[in-house]
């Protein structure tokens, strides 16, 4: 019953999308949708802990043995309607108040940050697409925190990570390059934003490169995480 209702309320919104782009606050309400509760996933990961338990250590059964750049995610929600959609509808429709929106929301449970990192898009594509997601999130975050926004990273043109499978996210990890302005970063707490973390390897990448200028800490700051499927794991 559940999803049925769910899948209405999904089709009702996007024939409401299609025709005008509905305040983010309009689109919140009429999904019923609510930001997870904190502490209801993994810090380390980002994936929700009903799907997977964290041990003595901190870690859960899907980051276990691994080591991340970053020092710890934190999230609005999973990577399922309507969130997925309206992520989505940020890229496809440059759906800016919406971005500002979920910025501001992830800035009220944002760690102490000294400044903001977008994961940056490649210049072609954000010609393209006329949005730079990450960055419309980034600028709400440090509007909010009030602290300062620096563009330290520049990606590599490379195979889009969206539909890529798993492996091929994992093995794609040196998508990203040091920009002139990260050399402002040493010794300061970071929040490097993105919008969706699905493997990780994104966001790895990006802070193995802060991590050479000497940054003390990085938080990742996230919309969503796509929580693992392990049946479907490399599709």
């Not at 699905?198 to 802070?207: C, R, Y």
Request: charged letters at 20%; a positive charge.
């Amino acid at each position: 019953m559940e999803l049925k209702i769910g899948s209405r309320i999904l089709c009702a919104l996007h024939s409401l999308m299609l025709w005008r782009l509905p305040t983010p606050t309009d689109a919140i309400a009429f999904a019923a949708w609510e930001a997870d509760a904190l502490g209801s996933w993994c810090s380390r990961c980002g994936v929700s802990l009903r799907c997977s338990a964290t041990g003595a250590d901190g870690a859960c059964a899907e980051c276990r043995g691994r080591q991340f750049a970053y020092h710890a995610v934190t999230r609005l929600g999973s990577y399922h309607d309507p969130l997925d959609v309206w992520v989505r509808m940020i890229k496809s429709r440059g759906w800016k108040a919406m971005a500002e929106h979920l910025g501001m929301m992830l800035a009220a449970r944002a760690p102490p940050v000294d400044i903001v990192v977008p994961v940056p898009m490649h210049r072609i594509r954000r010609e393209v697409r006329g949005i730079d997601h990450a960055g419309e999130l980034a600028r709400a975050i440090a509007v909010a925190l009030d602290v300062p926004v620096c563009y330290a990273l520049t990606q590599k043109l490379a195979a889009r990570q969206m539909g890529a499978s798993r492996t091929a996210r994992l093995l794609n990890t040196q998508r990203f390059q040091l920009s002139r302005a990260a050399s402002s970063l040493a010794g300061a707490r970071i929040a490097l934003v993105d919008d969706v973390r699905t493997t990780g390897s994104t966001l790895q990448s990006a802070a193995a490169q802060l991590r050479d200028v000497g940054v003390a800490r990085i938080e990742a700051l996230v919309v969503a995480v796509r929580d693992p499927v392990p049946e479907e794991e490399d599709l």
